[in-house]
């Protein structure tokens, strides 16, 4: 089901994102230094080797998630292979899964689709079967996939599945 985003849901998107994160006093942007789901709570600006595996969700099947079991995602803006669109404000509702070199292989995914792009910051950002991946802001827990069929940021967000592919229309 396609769904429309308010400038509501987009303004607690970005509060949310702002209370799971934390605010930062750098003047960059967070997302592209490291904030956010793929940091060391040991050091918050620490960008740490992530790890991509699957899981089951339920009727959208076996889906991609990180080491936590959290959700990841695919910007139907990103037509360029290994290339991200999402910066500034989608980036901070949408964080990209970043990772210090080259990503681990999890359970279920297939090595030759998992790659790493630079992004406009000089981060690194994984990307599988050419897609880079993002987390959603508005999934609070492991598990949750709310961020699927979203239209934010002038395309629609989806799952992948272990190929590489998004999942649903």
């Known amino acids: 089901m396609k769904r429309t985003a308010t400038a509501a849901t987009c ?27 793929a940091v060391s709570s040991a050091s918050p600006t620490k960008v740490e080797q992530a790890t991509v595996a699957t899981k ?39 964080p990209p899964l970043l990772s210090k ?33 993002y987390y959603y802001a508005g999934d609070s827990k492991p598990g949750q996939t709310n961020g699927q069929g979203l239209d934010q940021f002038g395309a629609e967000w989806y799952v992948l599945n272990a190929k590489g592919k998004q999942v649903g229309s």
């Open 56 to 94: 089951s969700a339920g009727k959208l099947g076996t889906i991609l998630v990180d080491e936590k079991g959290r959700t990841l995602y695919l910007f139907l803006a990103d037509k360029e292979k290994n290339k991200s669109t999402c910066t500034g404000d989608c980036a901070k509702a949408w």
């Open 101 to 133: 070199g080259a990503a681990k292989v999890g359970k279920g995914v297939d090595k030759k689709l998992l790659d790493i792009a630079k992004r406009s910051g000089g981060a690194e950002q994984v990307t599988y079967n050419g897609h880079p991946l």
């Open 11 to 37: 303004a607690a998107t970005v509060l949310l994102t702002a209370v799971l994160t934390g605010c930062s006093t750098s003047t960059g942007d967070s997302a592209e230094e490291g904030h956010g789901p």
